[in-house]
């Protein structure tokens, strides 16, 4: 800001603010110098009304919905059915989406402080959360036609019903090219048949977007993306795993048995299936990370809280400069993470090259929830060992992270492929 003058200065910022691009343009025109330009531009720290009005709510949700009975739900794995209904009430399922499709709106930056709240406490609720908004309502807003906005996307949106994302098969997990499950094209539909795993909402879900192999002889370009109904004859959803952590979730495998899909639920061209999925997962890695970043957080704040309690050699634990150091360190690597999933979140909403940015994100933010969630348990002695204090249900959930949509090292090859590239 120095040197520049502050009428100037403000009115940048509003139009900055207001998204006015090309007025900010023209300020850059008439002789800003152009580092000057690129910092006010990009370096905003601080968030808007709606977007701090949309985390106050998410974080009024979590406490007084999610965190009565969230240990006796991951106990029992029990679906958070009442806690997803309401979050589909107040448009936390379809954020991002147009209103006129039913979605609230919201920017990816905002969607990015709702889902860092939300896995605070419940990480099982935030998955839900993150496959509806990231993969399927974003998928179909951006590449479905009008008329399969109109009958899937509105109900998604509006939290009516939820969706789930199938890519993954027993055979087909990083290499996702390696699709096993056919569509075969019969003129005006296709015959789906094939098996998915771990799928997300397998059971819940009403509709499905599913990838299956149409033409082996073209490989992954031969892949389409179709968008299936639960109810449809021939769907059997398998049994819900039995997980270490996300216990609420319903993780189930999806066989397909001649199951029979109308032409006009593909999405996009015939071939542009494995487009979509990665196109699709690029995006859906912002609300991983951002899951991972409020599992951290969550035991992060839960750690401070007790080092302030707890007392051992006559002084609250937070006096030993091993517990303090701990917290110095958990409070800059979750800086550090919420940094990079505000900026891929940012990109995302500039429409900008957001690719390597939700990577980075993803992968550091997910080690970030791992490494902060064993250190919240240090913390915490043998307490942290049991349900009750809520951080050993936070590591286990924590180690998901690593691996859906793209695991470490799967990041690892798409940022190392990146920088060898530049
Ligand atoms: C709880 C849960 C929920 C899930 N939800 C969904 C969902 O909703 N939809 C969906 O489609 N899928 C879902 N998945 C699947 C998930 O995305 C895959 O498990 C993940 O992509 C890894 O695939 P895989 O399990 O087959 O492991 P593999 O691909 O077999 O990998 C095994 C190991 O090898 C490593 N590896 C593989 N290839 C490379 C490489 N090229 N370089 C370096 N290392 C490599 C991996 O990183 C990993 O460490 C879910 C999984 C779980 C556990």
Same mark, same amino acid.
């Given at each position: 800001?120095?040197?520049?003058?502050?009428?100037?200065?403000?009115?940048?910022?509003?139009?900055?603010?207001?998204?006015?691009?090309?007025?900010?343009?023209?300020? &850059?025109?008439? =002789?800003?110098?152009?580092?000057?330009?690129?910092?006010?531009?990009?370096? #905003?720290?601080?968030?808007?009304?709606?977007?701090? /009005?949309?985390?106050?709510?998410?974080?009024?949700?979590? #406490?007084?919905?999610?965190?009565?009975?969230?240990?006796?739900?991951?106990?029992?794995?029990?679906?958070?059915?009442?806690?997803?209904? %309401?979050?589909?009430?107040?448009?936390?399922?379809?954020?991002?989406?147009?209103?006129?499709?039913?979605?609230?709106?919201?920017?990816?930056?905002?969607?990015?402080?709702?889902?860092?709240?939300?896995?605070?406490?419940?990480?099982?609720? &935030?998955?839900?959360?993150?496959?509806?908004?990231?993969?399927?309502?974003?998928?179909?807003?951006?590449?479905?036609?009008?008329?399969?906005?109109?009958? !899937?996307?509105?109900?998604?949106?509006?939290?009516?019903?939820?969706?789930?994302?199938?890519?993954?098969?027993?055979?087909? =997990?990083?290499?996702?090219?390696?699709?096993?499950? *056919?569509?075969?094209?019969? =003129?005006?539909?296709?015959?789906?048949?094939? *098996?998915?795993?771990?799928?997300?909402?397998?059971? @819940?879900? @009403?509709?499905?977007?599913?990838?299956?192999?149409?033409?082996?002889?073209?490989?992954?370009?031969?892949?389409?993306?179709?968008?299936?109904?639960?109810?449809?004859?021939?769907?059997?959803?398998?049994?819900?795993?039995?997980?270490?952590?996300?216990?609420?979730?319903?993780?189930?495998?999806?066989?397909? #048995?001649?199951?029979?899909?109308?032409?006009?639920?593909?999405?996009?061209?015939?071939?542009? =299936?494995?487009?979509?999925?990665?196109?699709?997962?690029?995006?859906?890695?912002?609300?991983?990370?951002?899951?991972?970043?409020?599992?951290? @957080?969550?035991?992060?704040?839960?750690?401070?809280? !007790?080092?302030?309690?707890? %007392?051992?050699?006559?002084?609250?634990?937070?006096?030993?400069?091993?517990?303090?150091? %701990?917290?110095?360190?958990?409070?800059?690597?979750?800086?550090?993470?919420?940094?990079?999933?505000?900026? /891929?979140?940012?990109?995302?909403?500039?429409?900008?090259?957001?690719?390597?940015?939700?990577?980075?994100?993803?992968?550091?933010?997910?080690?970030?929830?791992?490494?902060?969630?064993?250190? /919240?348990?240090?913390?915490?002695?043998? !307490?942290?060992?049991?349900?009750?204090?809520?951080?050993?249900?936070?590591?286990?959930? /924590?180690?998901?992270?690593?691996?859906?949509?793209?695991?470490?090292?799967?990041?690892?090859?798409?940022?190392?492929?990146?920088?060898?590239?530049?």
């Amino acid at each position: 800001m120095k040197g520049l003058h502050r009428e100037t200065s403000v009115e940048l910022k509003w139009c900055i603010k207001s998204n006015k691009i090309a007025q900010i343009r023209e300020f &850059s025109n008439k =002789g800003m110098s152009k580092t000057l330009f690129l910092l006010l531009f990009t370096m #905003q720290f601080d968030f808007t009304e709606e977007q701090l /009005a949309v985390q106050q709510a998410a974080r009024d949700f979590a #406490q007084t919905e999610l965190l009565p009975g969230v240990i006796e739900r991951d106990e029992h794995q029990k679906f958070p059915t009442e806690q997803i209904k %309401k979050l589909g009430e107040l448009g936390f399922l379809g954020m991002m989406v147009d209103p006129k499709y039913g979605g609230s709106g919201m920017d990816t930056v905002s969607y990015v402080l709702a889902m860092e709240e939300i896995s605070k406490i419940d990480a099982s609720c &935030s998955v839900v959360m993150s496959v509806n908004n990231s993969l399927v309502c974003w998928g179909l807003e951006t590449f479905g036609n009008e008329e399969q906005k109109q009958k !899937y996307l509105v109900p998604l949106a509006k939290g009516e019903i939820i969706g789930a994302f199938l890519l993954s098969e027993p055979e087909a =997990g990083s290499d996702a090219t390696s699709q096993r499950t *056919t569509a075969e094209d019969k =003129g005006d539909h296709y015959l789906l048949n094939g *098996t998915k795993n771990w799928i997300t909402n397998g059971n @819940s879900a @009403s509709v499905y977007m599913v990838m299956a192999q149409t033409d082996v002889s073209k490989g992954h370009k031969g892949i389409n993306a179709l968008i299936v109904e639960k109810n449809s004859p021939g769907v059997v959803v398998g049994k819900k795993e039995d997980k270490l952590g996300i216990r609420g979730s319903d993780t189930h495998s999806i066989m397909f #048995q001649d199951v029979v899909v109308p032409k006009e639920n593909r999405i996009g061209e015939d071939g542009f =299936g494995f487009k979509f999925a990665m196109k699709t997962l690029g995006g859906g890695r912002i609300g991983i990370a951002s899951q991972a970043l409020g599992i951290a @957080s969550g035991a992060y704040e839960l750690a401070l809280k !007790y080092s302030k309690e707890r %007392k051992a050699f006559g002084t609250e634990i937070m006096n030993h400069q091993a517990i303090a150091f %701990k917290l110095a360190d958990m409070a800059t690597e979750i800086e550090a993470a919420r940094l990079l999933c505000l900026k /891929a979140a940012w990109l995302k909403d500039q429409h900008l090259d957001y690719e390597l940015a939700s990577s980075m994100a993803k992968l550091f933010s997910s080690e970030v929830a791992m490494k902060t969630t064993v250190e /919240a348990i240090q913390v915490h002695g043998g !307490y942290g060992y049991v349900k009750e204090y809520h951080v050993e249900r936070l590591m286990r959930d /924590a180690k998901i992270t690593q691996i859906y949509e793209g695991t470490s090292e799967v990041q690892r090859v798409v940022i190392s492929r990146s920088v060898l590239k530049g």
